[in-house]
Structures are given as structure tokens and as C-alpha cells.
């Protein structure tokens, strides 16, 4: 599906003509029906005045908004509206990284071997397809400074926010927007509800937007969606890499976005978020505050259907972990999909539940039909490739706080080797390791299922350069585990299509192999924030402290005869900085522990 027509928005009239069915006696699912001629239905672009001028240029930002919709919303129909805003649509600038990961050598910028972040984008391009014969409307729109939108990106700054906001706002009568040619268009075919949905950067707006608590936006379905900015550049203090993006920060991310005309204008907002960002000492600071949105959870007012992926090292498990049980706390209407695969669309893993769910979820919230969605479990859990489980909330009910101990006896030591990955310091746990610590259980009698998000308290000492403890939880016994996805030839047609724009999607599958050991979850500290992650305080080499620090979310099977392992190194190569070989670590298994849920 071409990125311009990429997202519809959903139609929202309950009479027949704009594409609910009347349920028949005796009906179980009333929704809305594809009733209109894809074909016919009116595209069109408009630029959305914001409240915001962030490249300081005395106009205010204007805001890219491609539209499909129903031809009957040109007679009167009114209609709701499905938005996804991106940074993405205009592709992507080659930006190198920072080349500061091994410390020791010269900081600055320079190329660096990183996956490619534009192959890792995934476009939603089914929905227009789906649901604008069911009566919804869908906007696609440039985030600022990308794209044909003005202003400039910042990597989840408040601007950013208030660009998408201003489209809701527009779609209510809030806002004012133009054509190519300067004349006024009123959304005056929208109901003015609204729901956004998006994956990656794409499901990071939907919850930024819904921080605003703004009037209108009934729904999002932030897919793979970051809650907190630090959390994804840093963790516990320290700076931490997305998986694949050593060396990436926000201005390399914000300048790889730049796509709007005359790019030069941003120079300054580009520069500023480099200094900003601080890499130095990795604290919490008002620079990422501002684009923390748990912060401001308080204020949403939206229902939320939440999905990530288990295996996802790219915007890990805690950004939807958090964000979820923050909206627990405050009974938000919600909804939770964990799927085995990584930073992907659910649509590439369970295509035919996927829609069916989601048409529901966007019929209850936008269309207001009882679709009774709302009364079936809210989480489905993949716990292992193709096995789906629901419970009734999440973490499961019914599971039970354990307290591992991480051995008994004296003080033992570990030496950091930052040429070692992660993934080889767990492969073999039974075994002695000079560069590690391990406690291992003794296999399990029956299957174990851990839910939620692992804390875990290390009693330890460090001696040398590197400041960083990292906790690995690991499934220790062989099992086909979940390797990746593969597309396939066949294709599913999802809905009718124009030419070069077909409708039709090729199917994935998912690739297993059989593999001795998992890591689970991991988590990371800079002890030096072993007080707050705002705040730098130096440790005294040898010195005992009890450190405390959270893994990310999770939901895995231990399988009967497994161990469960925690391993505990210092450098976490494909995530932390590296500083110089040598660090000692000493730590008191008797005085450490995990804390997580089991059933």
C-alpha cells in the first residue's frame, strides 16, 4: 500500500448507509459492514495549523495530513477517523552514530556497523484498505519537520505532541487548517472521534497524544510504542542502546527524520538536542521529562489497546509493562496483546484474529456499538510460537510474589570482559565462567509461568572502570523457541483495492529453532544511580552497596526440567557502553535476590 494512502479513518454514522449493519434477530457481532466502494472514496490533503513554532520562523508549524474517505461523506455522512502520524513517510536521512560505545577513545560521530533502522519500520498499510468500506475515514500526517510538514522533530519533544494534537483538534473544530491552495477546509465530515494507531515512532504519538488528555481522541492502539524516552536511550542511570542502534541517541534520530524542505532551518533545534541529551553521565533530567509520558498518565482519558512483542530488543517490554500498569492504576478501558515476535505489527503474526479484533475494539470505541469486546479477557499472552492464553487482566491473576536468593556462601567475583555478548555469557550456566556470576535453580517439577516485571537486588562491590551492573534472566533447557519471521509468496487480500494499491498483503510465519537457552528479560543498572536515575553519585572502589533494579517485562513458560538461571555481568555489549576490560565485581549471593511472579 503506498505510505500517502497508508491509514484510514474510521466512519462513524450508526444508519445503514454508513456501513453498520442492523443486527438481525438473534445476531451476536453488530458492527459495521463494508458497504462502501473503496474506489470511490475521496483522498485528499490539507495543512493543520498547530500552536507551536519550533523552527522559530514567526509562523506557526503546519502539520501534512493525507485523508481517505467514504464518497458519502461528501453528502452529509459524517464519520469517525483512524490516524496514524509518522515521522517515516518521507523516509529516511543516512545519519551516523555516535562512536562513543568503547570509551577510552575519541567521542564524536562516525559511522557505525547498526541494524537499518528504515528496514525496521513497519507501515500499518492494511487499514485504509480494511476499514474505509466500513464507513471510517483515515489520516496519515508528517510529524513536524518531516515530510511535508514544517517545523522541526525532536525525538518526542513537547512539539512534536502538540503537532499531532492539533490534527484531533482540527478534526473537532478546534483547529484551522488549508489546502494546497491557502483556502480554509473544516473537517465538517468527521464526527470528531477519533482513534490513532501506529507502530514503533508511530505508536510512540498515540500515547504521547493521549497524555494531553485532548478532547476527541476516544482510542489509541499504540503497537510497539515507547512510554518514556529515557527508557529507551538509557536505563537505571546509565546510557543503554535500543537493540541494534549502538551508538543512536535523539539527535541522531531527530536529524535522521529531517525530511521537511529546507532542513537547514533546524540546524540550532538539532544542535541543541546533542547537548541536551547528555551522554556523559546518562541522568534523568527535565530533557527527558518533558518527553516521559508516564508523567502525565493522569490525563488520559482515551481507552488503550496495548500490543507488544516478547522478543522486541528494539522498544523493549518495560515502555508497554509500565504504560500498562500505569493505566491499571487509574482504570483506564484497556486492552493488552504480548505476541512472540519482535518490533512488528500484529497483522504479521495472527492476520485473521488481528483485524477481526481490532474492527471490534474500533466499532465499540469510535462507532460507540456494544460490539462486547469490552466483556471478553483483556490480555492474550503468545507464550510460545502459535500458543495464545487470555486471562481476565495482567500480570495473570492467580500469581504469586517469589523471592529467588541467589545462592548462599562467601563473597564471589567476577572480571568484565566487554568483548563478550550477553547471549555467550548465558550459554552455558552450569559451567564455571570467569566473567560472570550465575545462580541456577534445580529443575523445575512442572511448567513455571513467570508474569509481569522482575526486580532484583544485588549486595555487591565494584572495582575499575565500568559502572554498570546487568541482570539476565534465563531459561536454561532445550526448546524450539522463537527465531524470527519469514514472508511468504501466498497473499491475503484484506479488503478491495486501486490499481497500485491492491489491498493484498503476503503472509508471514514464524521461524523457530531449537536452542539450549533463552534470555529471558534483562535489565540494567549504573550504580553510580544506585540513589536515583537522576542523580550521579560516585561509588568508593571495594566498597559493598545493595543495588536494586528492575528487568523488563515479561511473560514466559519455563517448561518442566528447565532451571531458571540469573546471571549477573557488567558490560552488556550490545547495549551498554564499553568502558576499558578488568572491572571486579564482587557480590553477596547470600544477601541477593529476584523478586517476580510465578504461577
Known amino acids: 500500500m503506498r505510505i500517502a494512502v497508508s491509514i484510514a479513518a474510521l466512519a462513524v454514522l450508526l444508519a ?25 472514496a475521496i483522498r485528499e490533503q490539507v495543512w493543520v495549523q498547530t500552536g507551536v513554532d519550533s523552527d522559530t520562523d514567526g509562523r506557526p508549524d503546519r502539520v501534512a495530513v493525507r485523508i481517505i474517505r467514504p464518497a458519502a461523506s461528501a453528502d452529509g455522512l459524517r464519520v469517525p477517523v483512524i490516524f496514524q502520524a509518522s515521522p517515516y513517510y518521507a523516509g529516511l536521512n543516512d545519519v551516523p552514530n555516535h562512536d562513543d560505545i568503547d570509551r577510552g577513545g575519541a567521542a564524536g560521530l562516525a559511522p557505525t556497523a547498526t541494524a537499518d533502522r528504515a528496514q525496521s519500520i513497519t507501515f500499518a498499510g492494511y487499514l485504509d484498505n480494511y476499514f474505509v468500506p466500513r464507513g471510517y475515514a483515515v489520516a496519515f500526517a508528517d510529524s513536524l519537520g518531516t515530510g ?49 494507531i501506529g507502530v514503533s515512532y508511530n505508536g510512540t504519538l498515540p500515547n504521547a497524544v493521549a497524555a494531553t488528555g485532548v478532547e476527541g481522541l476516544e482510542t489509541i492502539v499504540p503497537i510497539a510504542g515507547i512510554s518514556s524516552w529515557y527508557d529507551y536511550y538509557r536505563a537505571g542511570g546509565g546510557v543503554v542502546a535500543p537493540g541494534g542502534f549502538q551508538g543512536e541517541d535523539t539527535d541522531v534520530l531527530a536529524r535522521a527524520v529531517l525530511t521537511r524542505a529546507s532542513p537547514e532551518v533546524c540546524a540550532g533545534v538539532m544542535d541543541a538536542l546533542e547537548r541536551a541529551q547528555d551522554r556523559e553521565t546518562g541522568d534523568y533530567s527535565a530533557y527527558w521529562a518533558e518527553r516521559d509520558y508516564l508523567r502525565d498518565v493522569r490525563r488520559v482519558r482515551a481507552s488503550v489497546f496495548l500490543v507488544h512483542g516478547l522478543h522486541d530488543d528494539n522498544v523493549r517490554t518495560r515502555q508497554a509493562g509500565q504504560w500498562w500498569d500505569a493505566l491499571a492504576a487509574r482504570h483506564v478501558p484497556r486492552k493488552i496483546w504480548w505476541h512472540q515476535a519482535g518490533h512488528t505489527d500484529p497483522f504479521n503474526v495472527r492476520r485473521d484474529v488481528w483485524l477481526s479484533t481490532l474492527h471490534r475494539w474500533f466499532d465499540q470505541w469510535l462507532y460507540r456499538i456494544d460490539t462486547g ?11 510460545a510460537p502459535n500458543q495464545w492464553r487470555t486471562s481476565a487482566t495482567w500480570p495473570v491473576p492467580g500469581s504469586r510474589a517469589v523471592s529467588l536468593r541467589l545462592g548462599s556462601g562467601p563473597r564471589q567475583t567476577f572480571v568484565d ?38 526486580r532484583i537486588t544485588v549486595r555487591a562491590d565494584l572495582r575499575g572502570d565500568s559502572p554498570y551492573l546487568t541482570a539476565l534472566l534465563v531459561d536454561h533447557g532445550p526448546a524450539d523457541r522463537y527465531a524470527g519471521l519469514r514472508t511468504l509468496t501466498v497473499q491475503d487480500c484484506v479488503g478491495p483495492g486501486i490499481e497500485g494499491d491492491p489491498g493484498c498483503f503476503n503472509r508471514r510465519e514464524y521461524v ?40 523488563q517485562s515479561t511473560d514466559h513458560v519455563f517448561a518442566p526440567g528447565h532451571r531458571i538461571a540469573v546471571v549477573l555481568i557488567s558490560t552488556d555489549r550490545d547495549h551498554t557502553l564499553r568502558y576499558p576490560a578488568g572491572t571486579v565485581v564482587g557480590v553477596r549471593p547470600a544477601l541477593s535476590r529476584l523478586e517476580l511472579r510465578l504461577s
Open 373 to 383: 469486546i469490552m466483556r471478553e479477557p483483556m490480555a492474550d499472552v503468545e507464550v
Open 417 to 454: 570482559d566487554p568483548a563478550r555478548t550477553a547471549d555467550d555469557l548465558a550459554a552455558d550456566v552450569t559451567g564455571a565462567d570467569p566473567n560472570r556470576y550465575a545462580y541456577v535453580s534445580a529443575p523445575l517439577r512442572r511448567a513455571t509461568r513467570v508474569s509481569g516485571t522482575p
Open 512 to 551: 523457530t529453532a531449537t536452542t539450549e537457552h533463552e534470555i529471558v528479560t534483562r535489565g540494567w543498572l549504573d550504580v553510580r544511580n544506585r540513589l536515583s536515575p537522576a542523580r550521579t553519585t560516585p561509588i568508593r572502589a571495594g566498597r559493598p552497596y545493595t543495588f536494586r533494579w528492575d528487568l
Open 148 to 196: 511535508g510538514s514544517d517545523g522541526c522533530p525532536t525525538s518526542g519533544g513537547r512539539n512534536e505532541t502538540l503537532g499531532m494534537k492539533a490534527v484531533v483538534d482540527w478534526l473537532n473544530g478546534r483547529a484551522r487548517a488549508v489546502d494546497a491552495d491557502g483556502t480554509a477546509v473544516r473537517a465538517d465530515w468527521s464526527t470528531g472521534r477519533t482513534g490513532m
Open 16 to 40: 445503514p448507509s454508513a456501513g453498520v449493519a442492523a443486527p438481525a434477530a438473534g445476531a451476536t457481532s453488530p458492527g459495521t459492514q463494508p458497504v462502501h466502494d473503496y474506489a470511490r
